[in-house]
Structures are given as C-alpha cells and as structure tokens.
T-cell receptor, first 112, second 114 residues
Framework: DAKTTQPNSMESNEEEPVHLPCNHSTISGTDYIHWYRQLPSQGPEYVIHGLTSNVNNRMASLAIAEDRKSSTLILHRATLRDAAVYYCILRDVSYNTDKLIFGTGTRLQVFP | NAGVTQTPKFRILKIGQSMTLQCTQDMNHNYMYWYRQDPGMGLKLIYYSVGAGITDKGEVPNGYNVSRSTTEDFPLRLELAAPSQTSVYFC?????????????FGQGTRLTVV
C-alpha cells in the first residue's frame, strides 16, 4: 500500500485560508487521493478526492501536483468548526483490495 | 437516513470476557471496514469485507474475528478481551466502483477492558 506523509499539526486563525500538505511519492497510476477529517469525538467524514486534476467542492479544494507526488487540501476560510484531524489517503481500488488505510493525519487548530 | 449504525456506544468488559460489536448499514454498500483508534492516535484497519461471505485481514487483526453473512451487517467479535483492546472502534462502509465513492463511518463504540 502506498504511504502518505503529513505534518503532525498546523495552526490557523479564523477566516484565514489553510493549506494542508500531503506527500505521496510512491503513488501509483491507479491511486486516487482522498481526504477525510475527524472532528472531536466523531467518526471520520469525507472531504474531497481527486486523481489528477484540481477539484473543488463546498467544503474545500484539492490541488494535485503535476507529478502527483504531493497534494494540498485548501480550506478557503477556516472556521472554528474546521478544527479536526485531517487524513490524506491513497485509495487503490484494484479488484477486491480496497483496504482504505489511514495514516497519522494533521491536527488542525483554529484560533479565534 | 440512518447510514452506518454501531451498537453499543459504550461498553466495559472484564479481562477474558467476550463480546460482539454490531455494525449495520442501510446504503446497500458492498465494502465494509472495522477500525480501532487508540487515544491520540490514527485509525488502524482491523478487518474489511468486499461483499457478503468475503472477509480479509487488515493491519491489526489479532484478537478479533468477523463474519459477513449479509450485505447490511458486519459484526466484530472479541473472544478473550484484553486491556490492550481498550479503544474506540469505528465501522465504515463504501460502495465499490471504486475510488469515486466516499466511505461513511459510524459514530463509534468506546470499549474499556478492565
């Protein structure tokens, strides 16, 4: 399973943009890049995913490097509710082997 | 719209006791997963299933067993509880068709073994 590397923690002030990096130098051509977040005392929730092109949704944006060896989750205006652990995951769905392995994640603190 | 439901939410077990953590989903998802999360740590995959009758080990399967007799249910069995199994357990489900589908997680079961 390809691995991801993320900083242990990051800080942001409310209403500022946040850029959460993820390195995945061993990514394969069939790996999709997924991001999940885990709010305190809750199960993880899906944020966004992509393959090669940058992606936007109502929660965030995902910027993927041209060589796909890194990606960045962008929260355009952080709120206190965005304080969570953010996980970057590579998802290879080769037939019957979708293990969905989590790494250690980045703990985001948001200050008022 | 229930999604993924886990029961119980909390449980205290004595060393050596056994129990089953229940997980059911109403989204007709083929893929289901069990994770454990120790305090301050990330999620570790225990077992997963790609469909009824098919299960496979994840990263930390020792001390656990699973079965998948229906699409909806994926129970996790602890046969001889040990203090090292004190953790929060999360169940998740996902649709195949690959990477274009998100996984949905339950709210977790907090288990303490004393």
């Amino acid at each position: 399973d390809a691995k991801t590397t993320q900083p242990n923690s990051m800080e942001s002030n409310e209403e500022e943009p946040v850029h959460l990096p993820c390195n995945h130098s061993t990514i394969s051509g069939t790996d999709y890049i997924h991001w999940y977040r885990q709010l305190p005392s809750q199960g993880p929730e899906y944020v966004i995913h992509g393959l090669t092109s940058n992606v936007n949704n109502r929660m965030a944006s995902l910027a993927i490097a041209e060589d796909r060896k890194s990606s960045t989750l962008i929260l355009h205006r952080a709120t206190l509710r965005d304080a969570a652990v953010y996980y970057c995951i590579l998802r290879d769905v080769s037939y019957n082997t979708d293990k969905l392995i989590f790494g250690t994640g980045t703990r985001l603190q948001v200050f008022p | 719209n229930a999604g993924v439901t886990q029961t119980p939410k909390f449980r205290i077990l004595k060393i050596g006791q056994s129990m089953t953590l229940q997980c059911t989903q109403d989204m007709n998802h083929n893929y289901m997963y069990w994770y454990r999360q120790d305090p301050g740590m990330g999620l570790k995959l225990i077992y997963y299933s790609v469909g009824a009758g098919i299960t496979d080990k994840g990263e930390v399967p020792n001390g656990y067993n699973v079965s998948r007799s229906t699409t909806e249910d994926f129970p996790l069995r602890l046969e001889l509880a040990a203090p090292s199994q004190t953790s929060v357990y999360f169940c998740a489900s996902s649709q195949p068709g690959g990477p274009d589908t998100e996984a949905f997680f339950g709210q977790g079961t907090r288990l303490t073994v004393v």
